[in-house]
């Protein structure tokens, strides 16, 4: 899950365009076996709103194995 410079979220490389799209790939994810490890990350311009919302809308569905990758650019 990416979230570009807009505070867009993509999936998989593809812009999602509402937050229910985001809730229906989460809600896929949640039934696979074993779950999926999700790996977001964001761009440093992202609103902080747009990722706390991914954060949270996964664990609210019971995802519990997401990771953030790329916040190496935040060091500095």
Same mark, same amino acid.
């Given at each position: 899950?990416?979230?570009?410079? $807009?505070?867009?979220? $993509?999936? $998989?490389?593809? #812009?999602?365009?509402? !937050?229910?799209? +985001?809730?229906?790939?989460?809600? *896929?994810?949640?039934?696979? *076996? #074993?779950? #999926? *490890?999700?790996?977001? !990350?964001?761009?440093?311009?992202?609103?902080? /709103?747009?990722?706390?919302?991914?954060?949270?809308?996964?664990? !609210?569905?019971?995802?519990?194995? +997401?990771?953030?990758?790329?916040? /190496?650019?935040?060091? $500095?």
């Amino acid at each position: 899950i990416d979230v570009d410079a $807009n505070s867009v979220i $993509n999936w $998989n490389g593809k #812009p999602l365009a509402t !937050r229910a799209d +985001l809730d229906l790939k989460l809600q *896929e994810a949640t039934k696979m *076996e #074993p779950q #999926p *490890e999700l790996h977001l !990350r964001s761009h440093a311009k992202a609103k902080y /709103e747009a990722v706390a919302a991914v954060m949270a809308n996964a664990q !609210r569905l019971g995802l519990n194995k +997401l990771g953030i990758v790329g916040s /190496e650019q935040f060091v $500095n």
